[in-house]
């Protein structure tokens, strides 16, 4: 699998992002006796796109490939406090999709009907029991829902801390505030990783460094076509009465979405068609007015309610909105785990898992084949659709 042998010069493999998918990565494999297992992160654990998701889970999706992700993910952090062994504050409060158009049924019906075959346990619910199960969601144009009770949220940053510890228990090293200046690649394979502390030989690169991964892949002629796009988060703050607990909500036309922030009130979201693409991470308040013009239609509750603070973070899309999974044909040794286009926290346990399985030379226990990098080439391959993304 790699040719540098362990100690500061060398790494069996070199994990390139220590967000949460390079860090599920890196468990996995030095779980699995993987060999030396080197964590290169440029800032500080989970500071990029880790650092900044709502933290949601779910397995609510239209795609085959993303429901088994997800599904798949929930039972690891369901039991994430014995393996890998940490607290990640997993709280099934459901998700909740809000449908008002016939389109939107019949679209959200298909999918609950792969979901069931996959094990989900997921349902089309009426008006009457979605306001129930939400009363936030308005009276007027809401047509039913999508529920599965089984999804939620977990705590990123913990799940990211949970990760490495246990990886650096196992023999990981987790090199922090040291960027990768290049790979060296030699006839046709990863030969070297250049970093900031100095070059580290290796025959393996798995590049999960998310919205920054298109730069990585170049550093080896590898491309990968991720972009970064801003998405922000607002909190109300404290409430009176205090929200009821709620599932996560979304309405799927418009995007909107919120959920219980426990004591702190209510989180609220909304992805701005207007937002260009790039790194800025700044928090700024303009998505308020889409996002008001949206709750008036689904939710007029949270119309009026002053945004006390927020945070922005990083999506790291890709043309399908899906994400990139697999090894690169040209450069022997480079694989990625990076493109989750808003789902890379809930889907990155079962992506470690892949990833330890492809690396050590398994069959993983899903077919990822169809979210190559390749499917965007003339020829390659299909970009596969996604309903469920917000």
């Known amino acids: 699998m790699g040719q540098g042998g362990p100690g500061a010069a060398g790494a069996d493999v070199v994990v390139v992002g220590g967000g949460v998918v390079g860090a599920s990565v890196a468990f996995h494999l030095v779980e699995a006796g993987a060999g030396d297992v080197l964590v290169v992160e440029r800032d500080e654990p989970g500071s990029g796109s880790s650092g900044k998701p709502i933290g949601g889970i779910r397995a609510q999706f239209s795609d ?35 449908l008002g158009t016939e389109e939107e049924v019949e679209l959200c019906e298909r999918a609950v009907g792969v979901q069931r075959a996959l ?41 990211v801390r949970g990760y490495l510890e246990a990886a650096r228990r196992l023999g990981a ?47 080896a002629g590898v491309e990968l076509p991720v972009t970064p796009l801003r998405r922000q988060i607002g909190f109300t703050g404290p409430l009176s009465p205090a929200p009821p607990r709620i599932p996560f909500t979304l309405d799927l036309g418009s995007t909107l979405y919120f959920h219980g922030d426990g004591a702190r009130g209510l989180a609220l979201g909304f992805s701005d068609p207007r937002q ?21 239609r689904r939710a007029p509750a949270l119309a009026a309610l002053e945004v006390r603070h927020g945070w922005a973070g990083l999506y790291e899309m890709t043309p399908d909105r899906n994400a990139l999974i697999g090894r ?41 084949g169809p979210l190559s990098a390749d499917r965007f080439r003339a020829g390659g391959g299909t970009p596969r659709p996604e309903a469920h993304i917000i």
């Not at 619910?125 to 308005?138: D, F, N, W």
């Open 64 to 98: 085959p490939l993303n429901i088994a992700l997800g599904q798949r993910s929930l039972e690891a952090w369901r039991e994430f406090a014995a393996r890998p062994g940490a607290e990640v504050g997993v709280d099934s409060t459901g998700y909740l999709f809000l």
């Open 119 to 159: 094990g989900v346990d997921s349902r089309i619910v009426g008006p009457r029991e979605a306001r129930e199960l939400c009363p936030y969601a308005g009276p007027d144009g809401l047509l039913a829902a999508a529920y599965s009770p089984a999804d939620g949220q977990a705590l990123p940053p913990a799940a």
């Open 173 to 219: 090293r987790v090199w922090t505030r040291c960027a990768v200046t290049g790979i060296e690649v030699a006839d046709g394979a990863v030969r070297a990783v250049r970093t900031e502390r100095g070059a580290v030989r290796t025959g393996a690169v798995v590049c999960a460094a998310g919205a920054w991964s298109a730069a990585v892949g170049a550093f």
């Open 276 to 296: 260009e693409a790039g790194f800025g991470r700044g928090f700024s308040r303009e998505w308020l007015e889409p996002f008001r013009a949206a709750a008036r």
């Open 328 to 368: 690169s044909p040209e450069v022997d040794g480079f694989w990625y785990a990076t493109g989750f286009s808003g789902h890379g926290f809930l889907q990155a346990p079962a992506v470690g898992e892949i990833m330890r399985d492809l690396l050590l030379g398994h069959r993983p226990f899903v077919d990822v």
